[in-house]
């Protein structure tokens, strides 16, 4: 029988929320609502289904948030416009757009518009270098998320094989920083496997940890990990189904085949997914404290 302990990111995620009450109180008690704006290029499916739950997070704790939704086709310097009017506009602590952008705007471009003390995902180049060099200001969400997971499971990283497995500024590479500075809570030795690695399973045989954040549904198998592996899924995959939303949600780790192989993995739904949402509600609560110490 599998005893595999479940990392519940809806566990923690409420325990999140819990410990900001007290400092959303404080704000609001200066007269401040925390106050994020989501903007939106086109009509990517799952991208609505975020921030759609992101924007129905915010309202439930009594914060604001304005979801701004863009035409697919608008041009560069029209959206670094409008950015720019949010970074002036004192309602907003934080902004954040959402990505995957169309192919015809220039990602790294924008995002360096929104002002780095907005940067509530943490994508500026101004807080990449900050977490670069050990001085983080916004964390991005799901791999501050998934360290806290780990602080909260007491599940120490010191010395182990940390390996994560995808390279993006999203999640790979803040990942791989935050895993190996050299802090109590971290001090791992990280590996990063990508898509040009080659024989992938030199590398997870020997991990203690799986971070998988390569979007391919159930590409890790049981026999490619070593037994008693903590394992974190960030996969959060479409795969059809014959159900009423005709898809279901899939990991990277074929769960029949891990299950009596790892000690411990986040589930797919109600694992990693929670906590980007309460680590983005924690920067931008952070957000309104720090531009409270500013002004
Ligand atoms: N798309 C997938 N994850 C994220 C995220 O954490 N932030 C933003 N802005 N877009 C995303």
């Known amino acids: 029988m599998s005893n595999i302990k479940i990392l519940s990111g809806k566990d923690v995620s409420r325990k999140v929320y819990s410990e900001l009450l007290p400092r959303i109180v404080l704000l609001k008690k200066k007269n401040i609502t925390p106050g ?3 903007i939106l290029v086109g009509d990517n499916p799952a991208s609505k289904v975020y921030i759609k739950s992101k924007a ?30 949010l970074n002036k506009n004192p309602k907003f602590h934080g902004i954040l757009i959402q990505l995957p952008l169309p192919k015809h705007l220039n990602k790294n471009q924008i995002l360096c518009k929104i002002s780095p003390h907005k940067d509530v995902d943490g994508f ?5 270098g900050l977490l670069s060099q050990g001085v983080p200001r916004f964390i991005p969400c799901t ?10 499971y007491k599940i120490s990283l010191d010395g182990k094989h940390v390996l994560v497995l995808g390279r993006s500024n999203i999640v790979g590479r803040p990942m791989s920083l935050l895993t190996s500075a050299k802090i109590d809570s971290a001090n791992a030795t990280t590996t990063v496997c990508h898509s040009g690695t080659e024989n992938i399973e030199n590398y997870t045989e020997s991990a203690d940890v799986v971070i998988s954040a390569i979007g391919i549904p159930g590409y890790l198998k049981g026999s490619m990990l070593k037994t008693d592996a903590v394992i974190i899924d960030v996969g959060i995959n479409r795969v059809k189904t ?23 993995a986040t589930p797919v739904p109600g694992g990693v997914g929670p906590m980007t949402i309460a680590m983005l509600v924690e920067n931008t609560v952070e957000a309104a404290e720090q531009m409270i110490a500013i002004s």
């Not at 041009?75 to 950015?83: D, V």
């Not at 500026?124 to 990449?128: Q, Y």
């Not at 791999?143 to 909260?152: E, Q, V």
């Open 242 to 264: 014959d159900n009423d939303k005709g898809y279901s949600l899939t990991g990277d780790f074929d769960w029949n085949s891990i299950k009596n192989i790892v000690s411990a």
């Open 143 to 152: 791999p501050k998320g998934i360290m806290r997971i780990f602080k909260h």
């Open 56 to 85: 129905r997070k915010f309202k439930s704790l009594g914060l604001f948030s304005e979801t701004i939704l863009l035409n697919q086709a608008i041009k560069e310097s029209e959206l670094c416009k409008i950015i720019l009017s």
């Open 124 to 128: 500026h180049p101004e807080n990449a």
């Open 36 to 38: 994020l704006a989501v």
